[in-house]
Protein backbone atom coordinates (compact mmCIF):
# COMPACT_ATOMS: atom_id res chain seq x y z
CA UNK A 1 0.00 0.00 0.00
CA UNK A 2 2.95 2.79 1.10
CA UNK A 3 4.47 1.60 -2.26
CA UNK A 4 1.86 2.71 -4.09
CA UNK A 5 0.84 5.66 -2.86
CA UNK A 6 4.57 6.85 -3.11
CA UNK A 7 3.65 5.74 -7.26
CA UNK A 8 0.50 7.84 -7.30
CA UNK A 9 2.43 11.02 -5.39
CA UNK A 10 5.45 10.38 -8.56
CA UNK A 11 2.62 10.48 -10.95
CA UNK A 12 0.87 13.68 -9.62
CA UNK A 13 4.15 15.46 -9.42
CA UNK A 14 4.94 14.23 -13.31
CA UNK A 15 1.86 15.61 -14.18
CA UNK A 16 1.77 19.13 -12.49
CA UNK A 17 5.40 19.77 -13.75
CA UNK A 18 3.60 18.48 -17.22
CA UNK A 19 0.97 20.77 -17.13
CA UNK A 20 3.40 23.49 -16.60
CA UNK A 21 5.64 22.98 -18.79
CA UNK A 22 2.94 22.63 -21.33
CA UNK A 23 1.19 26.29 -19.87
CA UNK A 24 4.80 27.75 -20.69
CA UNK A 25 5.10 26.49 -23.81
CA UNK A 26 1.28 27.21 -25.35
CA UNK A 27 0.06 29.54 -23.24
CA UNK A 28 -2.33 27.65 -21.70
CA UNK A 29 -3.91 27.52 -17.99
CA UNK A 30 -2.22 30.35 -17.06
CA UNK A 31 -4.23 33.35 -14.49
CA UNK A 32 -3.57 36.39 -16.10
CA UNK A 33 -2.06 39.24 -13.60
CA UNK A 34 -4.91 41.31 -12.19
CA UNK A 35 -4.37 45.12 -12.78
CA UNK A 36 -4.28 46.90 -9.09
CA UNK A 37 -6.51 49.45 -11.34
CA UNK A 38 -8.23 49.61 -14.47
CA UNK A 39 -9.79 52.57 -16.47
CA UNK A 40 -11.12 51.50 -19.62
CA UNK A 41 -12.74 55.07 -20.11
CA UNK A 42 -15.42 53.42 -21.94
CA UNK A 43 -17.63 56.51 -21.82
CA UNK A 44 -17.68 56.17 -17.79
CA UNK A 45 -14.06 56.07 -15.02
CA UNK A 46 -15.13 52.75 -14.01
CA UNK A 47 -12.14 50.19 -12.44
CA UNK A 48 -12.54 47.23 -14.73
CA UNK A 49 -9.86 45.60 -12.22
CA UNK A 50 -12.92 44.87 -9.42
CA UNK A 51 -10.72 46.72 -6.21
CA UNK A 52 -13.63 49.45 -6.85
CA UNK A 53 -11.27 52.58 -7.35
CA UNK A 54 -14.00 53.97 -9.67
CA UNK A 55 -12.77 57.62 -10.38
CA UNK A 56 -15.06 60.74 -11.34
CA UNK A 57 -15.14 62.34 -14.82
CA UNK A 58 -14.92 66.60 -14.30
CA UNK A 59 -15.17 68.14 -17.33
CA UNK A 60 -13.49 65.21 -20.01
CA UNK A 61 -15.40 64.75 -22.81
CA UNK A 62 -16.42 61.33 -24.83
CA UNK A 63 -14.58 60.71 -27.73
CA UNK A 64 -13.07 58.17 -29.57
CA UNK A 65 -10.45 56.63 -28.14
CA UNK A 66 -7.46 53.83 -29.30
CA UNK A 67 -9.95 50.75 -28.30
CA UNK A 68 -13.58 51.74 -28.30
CA UNK A 69 -13.84 55.19 -26.82
CA UNK A 70 -11.71 57.18 -24.73
CA UNK A 71 -11.94 60.42 -23.40
CA UNK A 72 -10.79 64.20 -24.46
CA UNK A 73 -9.70 66.65 -21.94
CA UNK A 74 -9.16 70.16 -22.94
CA UNK A 75 -7.42 72.12 -20.09
CA UNK A 76 -7.89 72.87 -16.75
CA UNK A 77 -11.24 71.61 -15.48
CA UNK A 78 -10.80 68.64 -17.22
CA UNK A 79 -10.12 65.89 -15.49
CA UNK A 80 -10.54 62.20 -13.77
CA UNK A 81 -9.63 61.67 -9.92
CA UNK A 82 -10.01 59.62 -7.90
CA UNK A 83 -9.88 60.36 -4.33
CA UNK A 84 -7.93 58.61 -1.70
CA UNK A 85 -5.82 55.96 -4.14
CA UNK A 86 -4.29 54.32 -1.24
CA UNK A 87 -2.61 51.60 -2.65
CA UNK A 88 -2.54 52.49 -6.06
CA UNK A 89 0.98 53.68 -7.21
CA UNK A 90 2.53 52.47 -4.33
CA UNK A 91 5.07 50.22 -3.44
CA UNK A 92 8.52 48.69 -4.15
CA UNK A 93 7.49 48.04 -7.69
CA UNK A 94 4.88 48.91 -10.54
CA UNK A 95 4.22 50.01 -14.22
CA UNK A 96 1.66 52.36 -14.76
CA UNK A 97 0.63 52.28 -18.93
CA UNK A 98 -2.07 54.36 -20.59
CA UNK A 99 -2.60 55.54 -24.68
CA UNK A 100 -2.75 58.54 -25.51
CA UNK A 101 -2.87 61.44 -28.23
CA UNK A 102 -1.48 64.80 -28.20
CA UNK A 103 -3.06 67.88 -29.88
CA UNK A 104 0.32 69.32 -30.08
CA UNK A 105 3.34 69.58 -28.58
CA UNK A 106 3.36 71.81 -25.95
CA UNK A 107 4.60 75.23 -25.11
CA UNK A 108 5.51 73.55 -21.86
CA UNK A 109 5.04 70.97 -20.04
CA UNK A 110 1.42 69.29 -19.37
CA UNK A 111 0.71 66.36 -17.34
CA UNK A 112 -0.86 62.57 -17.88
CA UNK A 113 -1.49 60.85 -15.00
CA UNK A 114 -0.15 62.32 -11.41
CA UNK A 115 -0.67 61.26 -7.72
CA UNK A 116 -0.83 64.07 -5.10
CA UNK A 117 -0.30 63.70 -1.33
CA UNK A 118 3.10 63.51 0.77
CA UNK A 119 4.93 62.54 -2.52
CA UNK A 120 4.48 62.71 -6.13
CA UNK A 121 4.52 60.45 -9.21
CA UNK A 122 3.64 62.47 -12.19
CA UNK A 123 3.54 61.52 -16.10
CA UNK A 124 4.43 64.22 -18.10
CA UNK A 125 4.93 65.50 -22.01
CA UNK A 126 8.03 67.85 -22.61
CA UNK A 127 7.61 70.92 -24.89
CA UNK A 128 10.63 68.88 -27.16
CA UNK A 129 8.03 66.29 -27.49
CA UNK A 130 9.57 63.42 -25.34
CA UNK A 131 7.58 61.57 -22.35
CA UNK A 132 9.03 61.78 -18.81
CA UNK A 133 7.74 60.39 -15.22
CA UNK A 134 9.06 61.98 -11.70
CA UNK A 135 8.89 60.87 -8.83
CA UNK A 136 8.98 62.96 -5.55
CA UNK A 137 9.58 62.23 -2.04
CA UNK A 138 10.83 64.29 0.39
CA UNK A 139 13.59 66.00 -0.49
CA UNK A 140 14.46 63.48 -3.39
CA UNK A 141 13.54 63.85 -6.90
CA UNK A 142 13.61 61.13 -9.82
CA UNK A 143 13.30 61.47 -13.44
CA UNK A 144 13.15 59.26 -16.33
CA UNK A 145 12.54 60.35 -20.25
CA UNK A 146 11.96 58.95 -23.41
CA UNK A 147 14.53 59.20 -26.33
CA UNK A 148 11.87 59.69 -28.85
CA UNK A 149 9.51 62.19 -29.56
CA UNK A 150 5.48 62.05 -30.08
CA UNK A 151 4.19 63.42 -33.00
CA UNK A 152 0.85 65.43 -32.26
CA UNK A 153 -2.04 63.56 -33.55
CA UNK A 154 -1.00 60.00 -32.93
CA UNK A 155 -1.87 58.03 -30.46
CA UNK A 156 1.13 56.71 -28.27
CA UNK A 157 1.35 54.13 -25.81
CA UNK A 158 3.33 55.04 -22.61
CA UNK A 159 4.34 52.47 -19.93
CA UNK A 160 6.81 53.42 -16.99
CA UNK A 161 8.34 50.79 -14.40
CA UNK A 162 9.78 51.06 -11.42
CA UNK A 163 11.25 48.23 -9.37
CA UNK A 164 14.60 46.47 -8.40
CA UNK A 165 16.21 47.42 -11.95
CA UNK A 166 15.45 50.73 -11.63
CA UNK A 167 12.66 53.16 -13.61
CA UNK A 168 11.99 52.21 -17.12
CA UNK A 169 9.77 53.99 -20.09
CA UNK A 170 8.58 52.25 -23.19
CA UNK A 171 6.87 53.49 -25.76
CA UNK A 172 4.98 51.65 -28.69
CA UNK A 173 6.41 48.81 -27.02
CA UNK A 174 9.83 49.42 -26.98
CA UNK A 175 12.10 50.14 -23.98
CA UNK A 176 13.63 53.62 -24.10
CA UNK A 177 15.05 55.76 -21.26
CA UNK A 178 16.09 54.31 -17.61
CA UNK A 179 17.27 55.40 -14.67
CA UNK A 180 18.81 53.49 -11.74
CA UNK A 181 16.50 54.95 -8.73
CA UNK A 182 15.37 51.87 -6.80
CA UNK A 183 13.41 53.81 -4.41
CA UNK A 184 9.86 52.75 -3.68
CA UNK A 185 6.95 54.40 -3.94
CA UNK A 186 4.88 55.44 -0.97
CA UNK A 187 2.46 58.04 -1.88
CA UNK A 188 0.21 57.17 0.56
CA UNK A 189 -3.41 57.96 0.73
CA UNK A 190 -3.57 60.67 -2.34
CA UNK A 191 -5.52 61.90 -5.23
CA UNK A 192 -4.57 59.86 -8.75
CA UNK A 193 -5.95 62.18 -11.46
CA UNK A 194 -5.89 61.70 -15.07
CA UNK A 195 -5.60 63.65 -17.72
CA UNK A 196 -4.42 67.15 -15.21
CA UNK A 197 -2.25 67.40 -12.55
CA UNK A 198 -5.34 69.20 -10.90
CA UNK A 199 -6.27 71.19 -10.92
CA UNK A 200 -3.97 73.66 -12.73
CA UNK A 201 -1.77 71.82 -15.14
CA UNK A 202 -3.50 70.10 -17.26
CA UNK A 203 -3.26 68.07 -20.73
CA UNK A 204 -4.92 69.06 -24.48
CA UNK A 205 -5.17 65.76 -25.99
CA UNK A 206 -7.07 62.26 -25.50
CA UNK A 207 -6.45 59.32 -23.07
CA UNK A 208 -7.57 55.86 -23.42
CA UNK A 209 -6.79 52.14 -21.20
CA UNK A 210 -5.08 53.51 -18.30
CA UNK A 211 -4.15 50.55 -15.99
CA UNK A 212 -1.86 50.63 -13.29
CA UNK A 213 -0.09 47.04 -11.84
CA UNK A 214 1.87 46.26 -8.17
CA UNK A 215 5.34 44.95 -10.38
CA UNK A 216 7.52 46.03 -12.63
CA UNK A 217 5.81 44.28 -16.16
CA UNK A 218 8.40 42.56 -18.65
CA UNK A 219 8.57 43.89 -21.84
CA UNK A 220 6.71 41.42 -23.22
CA UNK A 221 3.79 41.93 -21.23
CA UNK A 222 3.35 45.91 -22.45
CA UNK A 223 3.15 44.58 -25.46
CA UNK A 224 0.33 42.22 -24.79
CA UNK A 225 -1.06 45.28 -23.15
CA UNK A 226 -0.45 47.31 -26.48
CA UNK A 227 -2.95 45.32 -28.24
CA UNK A 228 -5.65 44.80 -25.29
CA UNK A 229 -4.89 41.32 -24.28
CA UNK A 230 -4.31 40.09 -21.02
CA UNK A 231 -0.92 40.12 -18.36
CA UNK A 232 0.31 36.43 -18.75
CA UNK A 233 2.83 35.35 -15.88
CA UNK A 234 4.93 33.30 -17.93
CA UNK A 235 6.40 36.46 -19.66
CA UNK A 236 6.50 37.78 -16.24
CA UNK A 237 10.71 38.46 -16.35
CA UNK A 238 10.85 40.31 -13.14
Known amino acids: MKKQLIIIAIMAASLSQGQTMFAQMFGKAETPIPAVAWYKLDGNALDSSGNGYTGTVKGAVVTNGYFGQGYYFGGAAAVIDRATSQGLVNGASGTVCFWMKADSRETKYTWSVAQNGQAFFWSRRESDGRVSARLYQGSQAF ?12 WVHVAFRWGVTGWKISINGAPEGTDANTTAVNLGASTLTVGAQYPDIP ?36
Open 203 to 238: MNGSMDDVRIFDRALSVANIQRIMTGQSVQPVEELQ
Open 143 to 154: WVYSTSKYSAGT
